[in-house]
């Protein structure tokens, strides 16, 4: 997740081998990643360190939410009034997001959320998201079913 209030940070080719080397097993050791990309175990260290400081990369555990105990999982289409910002930013303090982009087109936010049921989705929506001041309208895309989800497209 990329800083929001900082400059873009320019990857050389060898942070760039770093990151797919992650991207690929984030549990992969320093010194493997060396042997790939011709550093030392210690300057690999300090460079994962500096992208991660600066937010080019996370390095998290991805789970399945249905083995999580989340049996729903949602995306909602959120249109406002006002600032856009400060419901944007209310939106992202609710546990049960886990993703929310400002967007063009007929949606200005796209929220993510996971529920552990269709009712605590209802609770959710009708409670909480809709209280936040700002929101005007939602619409709900309840997943069925996935069929990718990926965090391995590598770097350009």
């Given at each position: ?30 010194a493997a990643i060396g042997k790939e990309v011709g550093l030392s175990e ?46 944007a930013d209310a939106l992202a303090q609710i546990d049960e997001v886990d993703?929310?982009v400002v967007t063009a087109g007929s949606f200005d936010l796209l929220v ?45």
């Amino acid at each position: 997740m990329r800083k929001q209030d900082t400059a873009p940070v320019v990857l050389d080719d060898v942070a760039k081998a770093i990151i797919e080397q992650l991207q690929q097993d984030g549990r992969r050791s320093y010194a493997a990643i060396g042997k790939e990309v011709g550093l030392s175990e210690a300057a690999v260290r300090q460079r994962v360190q500096r992208l991660l400081e600066s937010g080019v990369m996370q390095i998290v555990a991805v789970t399945d939410p249905l083995q999580m105990g989340f049996a729903r999982q949602a995306m909602i289409g959120v249109r406002t009034s006002g600032q856009l910002a400060p419901v944007a930013d209310a939106l992202a303090q609710i546990d049960e997001v886990d993703y929310v982009v400002v967007t063009a087109g007929s949606f200005d936010l796209l929220v993510e959320v996971v529920c552990e049921s269709d009712e605590h989705l209802f609770d959710l929506i009708s409670d909480r998201i809709r209280a936040v001041p700002g929101v005007e309208t939602t619409e709900t895309f309840m997943y069925l079913k996935l069929r990718k989800q990926t965090y391995s497209w590598g770097v350009r």
